[in-house]
């Protein structure tokens, strides 16, 4: 277990720098593979021995090498969060392939999403289609017998905030109606501990909110809900199932 728990850190630490990528570029329509990484200050091209995950970071002390202007704590911060969460996913889920390979991939593409919604507001197409396919095509190679019940939870969890959004425009988009669909299709059942969380911590940060502006101005901050449901799929992906089952023996 060991072995697949370090391995799946260092996916986790290389797959992160380009998850940073794909936060910073896609938003701006701009290609992920050219040009290469760059100094988002003085736009000189980063060198291969500057772009080792997190390493780099601290070897050159948050600071471009050329310009020598700070780097963003987000870049090393995004790198060693998608290699810990990796880490935990194989941890919980290193007898079972299946699992491990669907909430991997989950996290993956979760990050971004998170990442972009909290920047711009806006969750991209251009990664809950792929994502909701990916599933889709997952679930049928490694585990069909459970494909109905993702297929299903996918529905369901999407029409439950599709109402929730006919009912409260403001609250939330187009975009959370859609991830909320690739949970349920990544995750099956456990997708509703996903939105439980979503919405508890959801609610918690606005209350927070509130009490540090004020009724009036903390009503009219616009706060991403992309980012909590994220979490909710972290964290079903790490205890959903158990979490289920607990409730239902105690209440079912």
């Known amino acids: 277990m060991t072995a697949v728990i370090s391995l799946a850190a260092l996916v986790g630490l290389v797959a992160g720098s380009f998850l940073n990528v794909v936060a910073a570029r896609l938003p701006k329509g701009m290609s992920l593979v050219r040009p290469r990484s760059q100094c988002p200050h003085c736009g000189i091209a980063v060198r291969p021995q500057d772009n080792v995950p997190v390493l780099s970071w601290l070897w050159l002390r948050a600071r471009c090498r050329g310009c020598g202007e ?21 941890a ?3 007898g079972d392939p299946a699992q491990l390979v669907l909430g991997a991939v989950l996290v993956l593409f979760l990050i971004p999403m998170a990442l972009i919604d909290a920047d711009t507001r806006l969750i991209p197409n251009a990664l809950t289609g792929p994502a909701a396919i990916t599933a889709i095509a997952l679930g049928l190679a490694l585990d069909p ?15 439950f905030f599709f109402v929730a959004l006919l009912a409260y425009p403001a609250g939330m988009g187009m975009g959370d109606v859609k991830l909320a669909g690739v949970l349920g299709l990544f995750l099956g059942a456990p997708v509703a501990v996903a939105i439980m969380v979503a919405l508890v911590s959801g609610t918690v940060v606005g209350m927070a909110i509130v009490a540090r502006l004020g009724v009036a101005a903390g009503r009219k901050a616009k706060v991403p809900f992309g980012p909590f449901l994220a979490f909710g799929g ?10 289920i089952d607990a409730y239902l023996s105690t209440f079912g």
């Not at 700070?70 to 194989?90: D, F, K, M, N």
């Not at 017998?145 to 029409?159: C, D, K, M, Y």
Request: glycine share 8%; net charge positive; charged share 10%.
């Open 92 to 94: 919980v889920h290193a």
């Open 145 to 159: 017998s459970g494909q109905p019940e993702r297929l299903i939870a996918g529905a369901a969890a999407a029409a």
């Open 70 to 90: 700070r780097i963003s704590a987000r870049y090393p911060l995004v790198e060693a969060g998608t290699a810990v969460a990796l880490a935990a996913v194989a």
């Open 234 to 243: 972290l964290v079903a992906v790490l205890c959903g199932a158990p979490l």
